[in-house]
């Protein structure tokens, strides 16, 4: 028994061997077929390269979409282009005007701006009526805007042709300015304020403005003051005050008001007038209503404003 046994093991290990001998063959000759076929990853994008992706296929589409658009937008951009040269110069028409006046302007502006004064204050323009008067009486003048109310009626004074010898008061955004005068202080109640103390440029005065300067409390002569400008430009550069326009004489100082003044020219004017000789000697030989001295006025406000650098008290200016 132990002798047949033995040829079997020897018989099914020789066929185990065959057929791992067959399995190797086989396996080797896999291996040399596999050498011998291309591979297949070279073959995938040759594949990849027939068959195109969709992002391929859209991008491929793009120059087809684009030519219909580029068809659709040709008339508009040639619209456009022919009209550009249209509006533009329909914008230079517009624009013309104004660079034309620029420039024209610009001399101007630059002889302004020489004549403006060295004398580093703004200077104020006004024009002053004379009221219940015909005809009429009237100034423009210009002064610096620092000087007080005081000094303004000085100015005021020489400028109309007053002589300065009776009482003022000034009436300004419903505030009362009087004569620092002892004796009226005293009835015009404490609410008066003193024009000595009050600057111009402290009022809040602007462009249109006006308020009344009463001057003579006896005759009542009121003036009405409209302020012209705020940073005035004077004819003579360098000038801080002057009278540049005005009409007619000032009535003479204590002839009436308003109402003596009408009969007074009444009486002048007429040689048979039995009071005509009585106020020919009044008025010193004679009254000429239409009289009005323009340089005279510049000498005068000058000789006067001359006085506010050196004194500025109100007392000593007047004198």
Same mark, same amino acid.
């Given at each position: 028994?132990?002798?047949?046994?033995?040829? @079997?093991?020897?018989?099914?290990?020789?066929?185990?061997?065959?057929?791992?001998?067959?399995?190797?063959?086989?396996?080797? !000759?896999?291996?040399?077929?596999?050498? !011998?076929?291309?591979?297949?990853?070279?073959?995938?994008?040759?594949?990849?390269?027939?068959?195109?992706?969709?992002?391929? $296929?859209?991008?491929?589409?793009?120059?087809?979409?684009?030519?219909?658009?580029?068809? !659709?937008?040709?008339?508009?951009?040639?619209?456009?282009?022919?009209?550009?040269?249209? $509006?533009?110069?329909?914008?230079?028409?517009?624009?013309?005007?104004?660079?034309?006046? /620029?420039?024209?302007?610009?001399?101007?502006?630059?002889?302004?701006?020489?004549?403006?004064?060295?004398?580093?204050?703004? #200077?104020?323009?006004?024009?002053?009526?004379?009221?219940?008067?015909?005809?009429?009486?009237?100034?423009?003048?210009?002064?610096?805007?620092?000087?007080?109310?005081?000094?303004?009626? @000085?100015?005021?004074?020489?400028?109309?042709?007053?002589?300065?010898?009776?009482?003022?008061?000034? /009436?300004? %955004?419903?505030?009362?300015?009087?004569?620092?005068?002892?004796?009226? *202080?005293?009835?015009?109640?404490?609410?008066?304020?003193?024009?000595?103390? /009050?600057?111009?440029?402290?009022?809040? #005065?602007? $462009?249109?403005?006006?308020?009344?300067?009463?001057?003579?409390?006896?005759?009542?002569?009121?003036?009405?003051?409209?302020?012209?400008?705020?940073?005035?430009?004077?004819?003579?550069?360098?000038?801080? *005050?002057?009278?540049?326009?005005?009409?007619?004489?000032?009535?003479?100082?204590?002839?009436?008001? *308003?109402?003596?003044?009408?009969?007074?020219?009444?009486?002048?004017?007429?040689?048979?007038?039995?009071?005509?000789?009585?106020?020919?000697?009044? /008025?010193?030989?004679?009254?000429?209503?239409?009289? %009005?001295?323009?340089?005279?006025?510049? @000498?005068?406000?000058?000789?006067?404003?001359?006085?506010? @650098?050196?004194?500025?008290?109100?007392?000593?200016?007047?004198?």
């Amino acid at each position: 028994m132990a002798i047949h046994a033995r040829p @079997r093991a020897r018989q099914n290990h020789g066929v185990r061997g065959r057929k791992n001998e067959t399995r190797g063959a086989s396996h080797m !000759k896999k291996s040399d077929q596999d050498e !011998k076929k291309p591979a297949k990853a070279v073959k995938k994008p040759v594949a990849a390269a027939k068959k195109p992706t969709p992002i391929a $296929k859209k991008t491929a589409a793009a120059p087809k979409k684009a030519a219909p658009a580029a068809r !659709k937008t040709a008339p508009i951009a040639k619209k456009t282009a022919a009209a550009a040269p249209k $509006k533009a110069a329909a914008a230079a028409r517009k624009t013309a005007p104004i660079a034309k006046k /620029t420039a024209a302007a610009a001399p101007k502006k630059a002889a302004a701006a020489a004549k403006k004064p060295a004398i580093g204050v703004p #200077l104020y323009a006004f024009r002053v009526e004379l009221r219940d008067v015909r005809p009429k009486v009237w100034r423009y003048f210009y002064v610096p805007s620092n000087i007080n109310l005081a000094q303004f009626h @000085r100015l005021v004074q020489e400028v109309m042709g007053w002589s300065n010898c009776h009482l003022y008061s000034f /009436t300004i %955004f419903g505030q009362e300015f009087y004569h620092p005068d002892e004796d009226y *202080s005293d009835s015009c109640g404490e609410d008066c304020l003193n024009p000595a103390k /009050t600057k111009l440029n402290r009022l809040g #005065l602007y $462009k249109g403005a006006r308020f009344r300067y009463l001057y003579d409390m006896g005759d009542s002569w009121e003036h009405v003051i409209k302020v012209l400008d705020t940073d005035f430009v004077p004819p003579t550069p360098g000038q801080a *005050s002057g009278c540049y326009k005005g009409a007619r004489a000032c009535p003479p100082e204590d002839c009436g008001g *308003s109402y003596g003044y009408a009969e007074l020219l009444e009486v002048l004017g007429n040689p048979k007038h039995e009071d005509h000789e009585d106020m020919m000697e009044w /008025t010193g030989g004679g009254f000429d209503p239409e009289e %009005f001295d323009l340089g005279w006025k510049n @000498r005068a406000l000058q000789r006067v404003a001359s006085r506010f @650098r050196t004194v500025p008290d109100w007392r000593q200016a007047d004198g």
